[in-house]
């Protein structure tokens, strides 16, 4: 039986988070009001103009930490569970 790395598992998922949510917010900063009929997408339609804010820099920063370290401890996780149950 292969075993997953952990660690491995829990940085891929935290890079990979990582790399989506600066993508997501530069669409959002450029595209501002049109990136909510394009994210709408992604929801099957639902109208997003209402949950919509004016992102900032710190609130991208402070987003982009919780988002990474969540996916890591998920990754992690994930790795720890699929380790036990793999035969």
Known sequence: ?????????????????????????????????????????FVHGIDLTSLATSPSLGTGILGLIISVVVAYIFGYIFALIYNKYAR
């Open 1 to 41: 039986m292969v075993k997953l790395d952990v660690k491995a598992i829990g940085i891929a998922s935290a890079i990979i988070t990582g790399i989506v949510y600066v993508v997501c917010f530069l669409i959002v900063l450029i595209l501002g009001a049109a990136s909510l009929k394009f994210f709408s997408l």
